[in-house]
DNA sequence: AAGGAAATCTGGCAGTGTTAGATTTTTCTG
DNA sequence: CAGAAAAATCTAACACTGCCAGATTTCCTT
């Protein structure tokens, strides 16, 4: 926990300084992620207790046994803790994705991408307030930055995806999915998006992903909000069972190469 | 907005007194409706323009010229008064579903469930905050009564999805649906939810729209909640085609009639 | 007209995010 | 090593919040 030897775990939540040293940071900074991730952790227990919005600045520094006043040279406001929680939330669901497939057993009767899809499930379900920091409720005026350390969570995990359920496939065989035709100005749209990431792909593979995220996530949402209770204990199996459906049904768009 | 000609509007959502006298609503009575009515107006105005989470009672208090504990009276806290809320906003939206179907001009290039789910996300688009009140983030301890307004508003809306997705197939063609095969005891659950409502369906069909339901609303959730920005303006064509996708695979995986 | 209930008020408590200014501690520099 | 600069922390306060207690007015019923 309080380890920093490689290095500040969360270097971009750091607020202040504006500039760090790449060489070797000081003492004084390394102290100063420590504390920042002593803030964070707390931040992140008194939520997983009560609930994002029962963050208080005043009880985090309670606990810290420090005053509020202190917190406020780490982050300058409530809403930057929050930002910090939220960023930290998106990269460990996007972890916990990533090793869902790259540490199960090599088994064909379960497809990768359903894998990635139950790591995104199990995350969402054993931290229910962190997936809701994430995809709950924006912030009154937050702005994602534009390439702050969401955005590449964002990116690393939408890399997962794509490989997982659209690795398999030629770009010619992704062009000619069949698809409602898309308008010439989002074929055009989807093609200028990030050139490494949903960018690569043709137009049609990327709305087929778009697609089969929104499916995957709206799933998982209503379960971590409560909106399936009634399915009851079932919830896993009713998920696998959709997720399974959802690849055979992109794969089937797809034609088979040449 | 001020008339109360027939009845109160939100029955359900009058705290106070507990029994309403079905005969003929007194003065008194009609006049705590209209208050009601106007405190969740307010309140529903307040939250539209700085989010659900920025809703105060004194505030609403000072735009209706009342002193907050005037509020005490028809709401016993905060939280009775955002559950008046969210209960409105879901009857607000199935309404917006209903009507998206009802009074659609006949077009059979354009299935009637794509209607729905359209009508479904316009009103989330149009109604960010109350999207997300109904289902963003759940209130502290907040636990839907049994057979409140929201438990009904639920099966309204899920009536319309049943009827527009599956509502052209015999029970055997449903039964027979092509999907993983369901768990014994899953499938009992299925069977005895409520007879009139998901209880009616075989339980593969069941499980199908369940799957379209989370389709729709996750594509729906990241739209509201931001998470789809880089697609820009085209976010109305990738959900058509998303849910247009989804009636063809569903409808592919029920048998046809023997 | 009288009693009682409903509705509203004033005043207050404990909690919050945030700011201002003073003070101590640590680090860098001459 | 001494002194300056910067970082970290403190005390005190402001304006806001949800909510409670008790007094007071308004309205309906009998």
Known sequence: MLDFSDGPPYGDLMPLPSET???????????????????VGTAERHIAENGPHALSLRAVARSLG??????????????DLVTALIAKAYGDLTDAV????????????VPRMVLAAEGYREW???????????????????????????TRAVRRMSAVFQRELLGGFTQAQLEAADIPAL???????????SPD?????????????????GHMHGLVALEVFGHTTF???????????????MVEDVHARIPPAV
């Not at 990533?98 to 064909?108: G, I, K, Y």
């Open 98 to 109: 990533r090793s869902a497939v790259d540490d199960a057993p090599d088994d064909p009767s």
């Open 231 to 245: 399915v009851g204990p079932h919830r896993a199996e009713l998920f696998r069972m959709a997720m399974r459906n």
């Open 66 to 79: 420090m005053t509020v006043q202190a917190l406020y040279h780490y982050f300058p406001s409530r809403d």
């Open 183 to 193: 308008s010439p100005s989002f074929r055009d749209h989807l093609r200028h998006l």
């Open 197 to 213: 990431g949903l960018g690569a792909l043709p137009p049609p593979a990327t709305a087929l992903l778009l697609n089969a995220w």
């Open 124 to 150: 969402a379900v054993a931290n229910p307030e962190r997936f809701q920091l994430v995809y709950g409720a924006p912030l009154r005026h937050y702005r994602a930055p534009a390439d702050g350390p969401t």
């Open 21 to 39: 040293v790449a060489a070797r940071p000081s003492l004084r900074e390394r102290r100063r992620a420590v504390a920042v991730q002593e803030i």
